[in-house]
């Protein structure tokens, strides 16, 4: 459902009123095998979130109406994340966000493999985190 999790951020951002920059991305047509898109799995959770953004737009629904999550104080431990040993793939990782989620597992303890081609980042953003060892 990564779908209709990014509806979800992009229409919550137009009701907080905040800029939404495109990300530039390359689309690959499908050429052999079965597609495992499945529109009815999929129509229930866009429309949930269609209904939304129209709120936003028509009705004028305006921020306070976002339900937000608390954000964790500096330094808390969410309860049962252990990072320690396990092995991630962090596609954009030297970019803004993918360098500090590299840095952070690392930093934790993870092995991480980094796949970008460096179009807006650059390996230098990884900093110490490359030279740990945690990076392949």
Do not use: C
């Not at 229409?11 to 047509?29: C, D, M, T, Y």
């Not at 529109?39 to 339900?67: D, I, N, S």
């Amino acid at each position: 459902m990564g779908f209709a999790y990014s509806i979800e951020l992009l229409v919550k951002a137009h009701r907080l009123g905040w800029r939404i920059g495109e990300v530039p991305a390359s689309w690959f047509e499908r050429r052999a095998g079965k597609s495992r898109f499945q529109v009815l799995k999929w129509v229930p959770q866009y429309l949930k979130w269609f209904f939304y953004a129209f709120a936003t737009t028509y009705f004028l629904r305006g921020p306070r109406t976002v339900e937000l999550k608390k954000a964790l104080e500096p330094g808390a431990r969410t309860i049962g994340m252990s990072f320690k040993g396990k092995s991630y793939l962090v596609t954009g990782g030297t970019g803004f966000i993918g360098a500090g989620l590299v840095k952070a597992l690392v930093a934790a303890g993870a092995r991480v493999r980094s796949l970008d081609n460096n179009s807006r980042g650059s390996k230098e953003k990884l900093g110490d985190a490359a030279s740990q060892g945690g990076i392949g």
